[in-house]
């Protein structure tokens, strides 16, 4: 049977009425070579994989047609260059040949700087997932670039920028900030507005900006690449200026469901608990632990905001369709491969060709919208005392 991942009692769990349901046909497993099986573990995931309270429900699925392509979907990533935007890289960074030299495996480019230290790529795929993923972020804060308040913020820093997309719009709302992206990979435009500069910077190592400086200090996603979040949330605590604020947003790692059409007979459960299994040690589903972390390191009024995020139309609320519609598009053809295919054959020993014939299961499953499965967005934030 699937894992059933009831929230604490405090607030109403997010909700979905079971429906028996097969696995869609025309997939079988028998009809392809399938990679060795994995056993689902003896006991079920430990507290981390399992969501605090969600702030919203998920109401009872509606059938309707499946198939969601990529192009049903137009990608409102990037920004448009004006007359005001600069064409410089940052003048702060000196970027060598060697950033640029990128390792390539099983088709997909990856990091030259501090090669193999993140597990994703940066190829022009991710890029446009990266900037998908952001579209999907603003539609669960209804528009907003941030769930943190700012006040004429003047210095503002974006761990983990990716494209940049977040930074460059925050650089065009807050004209007065200068905002400061960092990443370790050099693959963001060169064409920002004049406030905004880019550096390639390894947020796991010490810092060398200035103390007490940042309004607000913002990551993305950046689980699976912090070495220790002690040591990074104390860097943040001391470079954030008293009263500045601190905001983590991440997707959860995981996928849950509340009946049984997720379950052991699915492709998608036999790629979820090897995925659980090979990424535990490395913290990708790093959102329960960070309101304690955040305290720990000092930060004060710490919250933790989850929305609930499906995978797929199948939700009867609008809102939720809309945004699973989006989720579905980016992770099926895009986010699951990013995700799975290092982590699988570094970690886990898998070939390139076994890897490919389980996404390939994986995504007829969901998008036959049969699999009510879904996952949250968090945003978690807290503030540098007086």
């Not at 699988?344 to 499953?365: K, M, P, Y």
Request: hydrophobic share 35%.
């Amino acid at each position: 049977m699937a894992d059933k991942h009831t929230p604490p009692p405090a607030s109403p769990p997010a909700k979905v009425e079971a429906a028996g349901v097969d696995v869609a046909k025309g997939s079988s497993p028998e009809a392809a070579p399938t990679p060795a099986p994995v056993s689902p573990p003896a006991a079920a995931p430990d507290a981390s994989t399992s969501p605090p309270p969600a702030t919203e429900q998920v109401e009872p699925f509606v059938e309707e047609p499946a198939n969601v392509e990529p192009d049903e979907v137009n990608s409102q990533g990037g920004s448009d260059a004006g007359s005001t935007y600069a064409s410089d890289v940052s003048e702060t960074t000196s970027l060598s040949s060697s950033i640029f030299d990128y390792t390539y495996e099983n088709g997909r480019r990856y990091h030259a700087y501090r090669a193999g230290q993140y597990l994703l790529p940066n190829d022009e795929r991710e890029q446009e997932r990266l900037d998908m993923t952001h579209h999907v972020f603003l539609l669960a804060l209804n528009g907003q670039n941030c769930k943190t308040k700012l006040d004429n913020p003047q210095a503002i820093l974006d761990i983990g920028t990716g494209t940049g997309i977040w930074a460059i719009e925050m650089g065009d709302m807050y004209p007065s900030a200068i905002v400061t992206g960092t990443d370790l990979s050099p693959i963001q435009s060169t064409w920002v507005p004049p406030n905004v500069h880019f550096e390639i910077d390894d947020a796991n190592s010490e810092w060398s900006f200035p103390k007490n400086h940042f309004d607000l200090i913002h990551a993305r996603t950046v689980s699976g690449a912090i070495q220790s979040w002690p040591a990074f949330l104390s860097q943040c605590f001391s470079h954030c200026k008293p009263g500045g604020f601190i905001e983590m947003v991440e997707g959860r790692a995981d996928f849950f469901c509340d009946d049984d059409t997720l379950n052991d007979t699915t492709a998608t459960w036999r790629w979820l608990e090897e995925f659980r299994r090979l990424s535990r040690p490395l913290g990708f589903d790093i959102t329960p632990k960070l309101p304690g972390l955040f305290k720990e390191a000092g930060f004060e009024d710490v919250e933790l905001l989850q929305k609930v995020v499906p995978c797929g139309t199948w939700p009867k609320d609008p809102a939720l369709k809309e945004i699973g519609r989006w989720f579905r598009v980016q992770f099926l053809e895009m986010a699951i491969e990013a995700y799975t295919l290092a982590l699988f054959t570094r970690v886990g020993g898998w070939s390139n060709d076994a890897v490919q014939v389980l996404l390939a299961l994986v995504r007829a499953e969901l998008k036959s919208n049969k699999l009510h499965v879904y996952t949250y967005v968090s945003f978690t934030t807290g503030r540098r005392p007086l």
